[in-house]
């Protein structure tokens, strides 16, 4: 088992940066693949951008793609979603989670093919 603790969340202009921090404890961050989702208010929880165990392969979602970039640190045990040119929509809560087994190196686009999440943290854009 391995909890989630995200940070970094926050009220920024549009066209600002953030970076979210999301710090793995208990079992071996290195058996995890590592996902970011995120939720707007009303809509369903979608999927950012995913890691596999080694951070040799990440996927993004097309909305996110070329803006955003997802990292893991496996001696500091934390994953990172950097974010760069935020635009209104990207305002939504913000989501780290963990996939074990064949998930560690499957980049998972879908919220069923993690096994742990953290509790979020708010993202606000302003335009």
């Known amino acids: 088992q391995v909890q989630l603790v995200e940070s970094g969340g926050g009220l920024v202009q549009a066209g600002g940066s953030l970076r979210l921090s999301c710090a793995a404890s208990g079992r071996t961050f290195t058996s995890y693949g590592m996902g970011w989702f995120r939720q707007a208010t009303g809509k369903e929880r979608e999927f950012v951008a995913a890691i596999n165990w080694s951070g040799g392969s990440r996927v993004y979602a097309d909305s996110v793609k070329g803006r955003f970039t997802i990292s893991r640190d496996n001696v500091k045990n934390t994953v990172y979603l950097q974010m760069a040119g935020l635009k209104p929509e990207d305002t939504a809560v913000y989501y780290c989670?963990?996939?074990?087994?064949?998930?560690?190196?499957?980049?998972?686009?879908?919220?069923?093919?993690?096994?742990?999440w953290g509790q979020g943290t708010q993202v606000t854009v302003s335009s």
């Open positions: 989670a963990a996939a074990s087994g064949r998930g560690s190196y499957s980049l998972g686009r879908g919220p069923y093919e993690y096994d742990y």
